[in-house]
């Protein structure tokens, strides 16, 4: 069985001759990765974006007799969630991957091709891997051929996937192991079973984990290829399970904004405890109260409305109040700086600018997004080396089908950000640029267009077609022509003679 070094993240060292179909080393590697800071990291990106918060699980405390603090349960606790998390992560996975990608390149035939692979399908799972990649710090695309053999694309949770990789950067993978749960309808009822699946050199190895120990799946053999031609299995030169990072470093966007989300969710929930807290807005002066204890006057205000109080030694009873001023100004000075402070480290855009609203130029929009674009740009360096992968396995596919052997061929993936823009400025500078720089560079970077090579396609099919025109009315001007279009010597002579 070939043996791998690998790098082992965790402990910053590259271990020699780690076997990766052995079942001690994947069972270490589990327990390792399930127990990581990483993926905890990943798993709070995840519930983040989805509203389930920190501050949903908020007791209300004070301190008690003993000094201590104790839980209290008779107070308002509200649990507000005011997710500015998810609207970045929203917005960033819209800029950068909400409108189609463009395939540039010189044969035709080959951008007919991708164009057909790379469908809406595929820029849905792409958008998806994108939103992974923002939540966990990269996302994970699996490509296999399917039941129907059909080449296909299919996203991993990153919280799932153990990485095997070859060399410090992260750069190549030299194998995965991916753990998920499944439901087992059994005989008894439901039981969740934990799945392994080890990716490697020779093939795709299953297991059954017990949460200790590893066992063969017994529904499939132990190694099996990649795909299958004609009863004979293969497997690819390299793992076809290609990474999306976010960044470099892997880091998720959550861990950028994680305190200050937190922070806003707070204030808002203080904010309606405080308002809500009627009988808490004001401290209570008692003199000669006519009842046991404070429960018992709590329970006649709250009930009643009114208290009994009586005359001691000639001192009046009574209820007199300190009043607690709530300031709504303070609590909206404090939730601006940290939807700012979110936006800020989150690298976001406000697409609210007051910019805007005087002069929506193309400078001031710009400007407006200097802070996604610094981020998208890293991100995209990231997603260009991953498609260079995944041409990789695609120009394979395309040969083990006799679509053609396109490999060496040159070809760009042209990322279409949805950015706020002010077209007509933006067409007047295409206009000017004419006989400067190509019309295919020009016709790409024009507002309305789509798919570059069809546009150009389009257009050389106008002008053919306003040549021929202007040519058949040319010879039609110096010969003549009769209503059916057919030419004569003599415009007062019909083609076919007469008397």
């Known amino acids: 069985m070939r043996r791998f070094n690998f790098y082992i993240d965790d402990a910053n060292l590259i271990r020699q001759g780690a076997d990766p179909t052995d079942t001690d080393f994947i069972e270490k590697e589990i327990r390792r990765f399930l127990s990581s800071e990483r993926r905890r990291n990943m798993i709070i990106g995840e519930r983040y974006h989805e509203g389930k918060h920190d501050i949903l699980h908020r007791k209300r405390e004070m301190i008690g ?20 998390y998810k609207k970045m992560v929203d917005q960033k996975v819209n800029y950068f991957l909400g409108k189609p ?14 164009n057909d692979i790379f469908n809406r399908r595929f820029l849905r799972l792409l958008k998806n891997v994108g939103e992974n990649s923002f939540n966990c710090g990269m996302g994970w695309m699996f490509l ?22 070859g060399d410090d950067e992260h750069t190549r993978l030299d194998y995965a192991i991916r753990i998920y749960e499944v439901v087992d309808n059994a005989a008894r009822g439901e039981r969740i079973v934990q799945k392994v699946e080890v990716y ?12 200790a120990r590893l066992k063969p799946d017994p529904d499939y053999p132990p190694v099996e290829p990649y795909f299958t031609v004609n009863d004979e299995g293969y497997n690819w030169n390299r793992m076809p399970l290609i990474p999306f990072k976010y960044n470099s470093k892997e880091i998720p966007l959550i861990l950028n904004v994680k305190s200050l989300q937190d922070g806003l969710n707070t204030i808002l929930s203080n904010f309606q405890n405080n308002m809500e807290e009627d009988s808490r807005n004001t401290i209570l002066i008692i003199v000669n109260y006519d009842g046991e204890n404070l429960g018992e006057f709590r329970k006649n205000l709250a009930t009643f409305g009114a208290v009994k109080t009586r005359s001691v030694d000639g001192v009046k009873g009574g209820v007199e109040s300190l009043q607690i001023e709530v300031n709504a100004a303070n609590y909206q000075a404090i939730i601006k700086i940290f939807k700012d402070a979110i936006m ?11 910019k805007l609203s005087r002069a929506a130029n ?10 996604i674009d610094i981020d998208t740009n890293r991100m995209e360096i990231e997603y260009q080396a991953s498609f260079e992968d995944l041409l990789y396995f695609v120009n394979l596919h395309l040969v083990n089908v006799g679509m053609g052997d396109f490999e060496g061929e040159e070809v760009e993936i042209i990322f279409n950000r949805d950015m706020m823009m002010n077209e007509g400025d933006i067409i007047s500078n295409i206009k000017a640029s004419v006989g400067i720089i190509s019309e295919e560079t020009l016709i790409a970077n024009h507002p309305w267009v789509i798919n570059p090579q069809i546009e150009l396609k389009r257009l050389d099919d106008e002008r053919q077609a306003a040549k021929k025109e202007a040519k058949n009315m040319q010879y039609g001007g110096a010969f003549g022509a009769d209503n059916n ?5 003599d415009p007062q002579t019909p083609v076919n003679g007469g008397d």
Request: hydrophobic share 35%.
């Open 65 to 84: 007799a003993n000094g201590d603090l104790e839980e209290v349960k008779n107070l308002p606790n509200n649990r507000i969630v005011d997710n500015q």
């Open 200 to 211: 490697h050199a020779d093939g795709l190895s299953r297991f059954i984990f017990d949460g």
């Open 101 to 114: 990608f463009k395939v540039q390149t010189d044969n035709e035939q080959y951008a007919e091709i991708l």
């Open 144 to 165: 296999y051929y399917d039941e129907n053999g059909e080449f296909t694309f299919r996203r991993f949770k990153p919280y799932e996937v153990i990485a095997g990789w």
């Open 485 to 489: 279009g057919l030419v004569t010597k």
């Open 344 to 354: 800020e480290n989150a690298m976001g855009f406000d697409a609210k600018d007051d």
């Open 362 to 371: 193309q400078m001031n929009i710009q400007s407006m997004y200097t802070d």
